[in-house]
């Protein structure tokens, strides 16, 4: 809310003198949002949405200290959060098709058609990949335990 409210008090003739000067990379930018909004089906779009519309921010003249950085951080955790969403659902929809394995040295690794699971027998974290991309280390919650547990009896 923060951005839009500093958005929303420039005056009329900022805004006019801006749209006039800049409206070809105006053009651009939002011709690049709409193809990467049709082209890409992964969640990585809204990352490169979100880039995009901050650098035509940056661009018209926004300063960070003008964006507010927490505005910024704000914005990744939304990100984030929604890329762990899919992930978790992707989880659920997907426990009947997981496949274990058995990697010989202490480790599994657990597949499905969007997810990559890997651990360490004992340990209470995996690395969760989500359709290719990390998405770091995750504690071993419910949603990940279940997957793990329809993967073993999978076999």
Same mark, same amino acid.
């Given at each position: 809310?923060?951005?839009?409210?500093?958005?929303?008090? !420039?005056?009329?003739?900022?805004?006019?003198?801006?749209?006039? =000067?800049?409206?070809? /990379?105006?053009?651009?930018?939002?011709?690049?949002?709409?193809?990467?909004?049709?082209?890409?089906?992964?969640?990585?779009?809204?990352?490169? /949405?979100?880039?995009?519309?901050?650098? /035509?921010?940056? !661009?018209?003249? !926004?300063?960070?200290?003008?964006?507010?950085?927490?505005?910024?951080?704000?914005?990744?955790?939304?990100?984030? =959060?929604? /890329?762990?969403?899919?992930?978790?659902?992707?989880?659920?929809?997907?426990?009947?098709?997981?496949?274990?394995?058995?990697?010989?040295?202490?480790? !599994?690794?657990?597949?499905?058609?969007?997810? =990559?699971?890997?651990?360490?027998?004992?340990?209470? =974290?995996?690395?969760?990949?989500?359709?290719?991309?990390?998405?770091?280390?995750?504690?071993?919650?419910?949603?990940?335990?279940?997957?793990?547990?329809?993967?073993?009896?999978?076999?």
């Amino acid at each position: 809310m923060a951005l839009l409210d500093l958005i929303l008090n !420039y005056d009329i003739e900022t805004w006019q003198a801006f749209l006039q =000067e800049r409206w070809l /990379v105006l053009v651009a930018a939002l011709a690049a949002l709409l193809i990467v909004i049709r082209v890409v089906k992964t969640v990585v779009k809204w990352a490169i /949405v979100s880039l995009i519309v901050l650098g /035509v921010l940056f !661009y018209s003249g !926004y300063t960070l200290k003008d964006l507010n950085m927490d505005t910024v951080r704000t914005l990744g955790s939304q990100v984030t =959060e929604t /890329v762990k969403r899919e992930a978790v659902s992707a989880m659920a929809g997907e426990a009947s098709q997981a496949a274990f394995t058995d990697n010989g040295d202490g480790t !599994y690794t657990v597949t499905t058609d969007n997810l =990559e699971l890997t651990g360490k027998q004992g340990d209470n =974290e995996v690395a969760v990949f989500f359709r290719g991309v990390s998405l770091g280390k995750w504690k071993i919650d419910e949603a990940v335990r279940s997957l793990i547990e329809a993967a073993k009896s999978n076999r």
